[in-house]
Nanobody, 126 residues
Framework: QVQLVESGGGSVQAGNSMTLSCAIS????????TGWYRQAPGKEREFVAA????????DYEDSLLGRFTISRDNAKNTVYLQMNNLNPEDTAVYYC???????????????????WGQGTQLTVSS
């Protein structure tokens, strides 16, 4: 069983930074890729970033590259999403997801992830 729990969301003013965390429990499963997605009101879920658990290779949505950083702490089984210079368009529910059957990135198709967290709300005000 794999469980993912996001934390770190909340309200922030534009221009500020925030870090989201995704704590992963994975009894009996190997996680190959962990990704972050977001879904704004009235919009489809969109890919944000992904990290290869073994190599730490990363992949980002082009428009977020340079502003968002994904990382992982193997000892803590936690994946982070550092977000800088936030703007109101970043307001969304952020989800982390784990892939246990696909071993490589880029991995942007939501259906390729086997497990999802419940999401954490980020609201950026102008």
């Amino acid at each position: 069983q794999v469980q993912l729990v996001e934390s770190g969301g909340g309200s922030v003013q534009a221009g500020n930074s925030m870090t989201l965390s995704c704590a992963i429990s994975r009894r009996g499963f190997s996680i190959y890729v962990t990704g972050w997605y977001r879904q704004a009101p009235g919009k489809e879920r969109e890919f944000v970033a992904a990290i290869d658990w073994s190599s730490e290779s990363t992949d980002y949505e082009d428009s977020l590259l340079g502003r968002f950083t994904i990382s992982r702490d193997n000892a803590k089984n936690t994946v982070y999403l550092q977000m800088n210079n936030l703007n109101p368009e970043d307001t969304a529910v952020y989800y982390c997801a784990a892939a246990t059957s696909v071993k490589t990135i880029p991995l942007r198709i939501p259906g390729m992830y086997n497990y999802w967290g419940q999401g954490t709300q980020l609201t950026v005000s102008s």
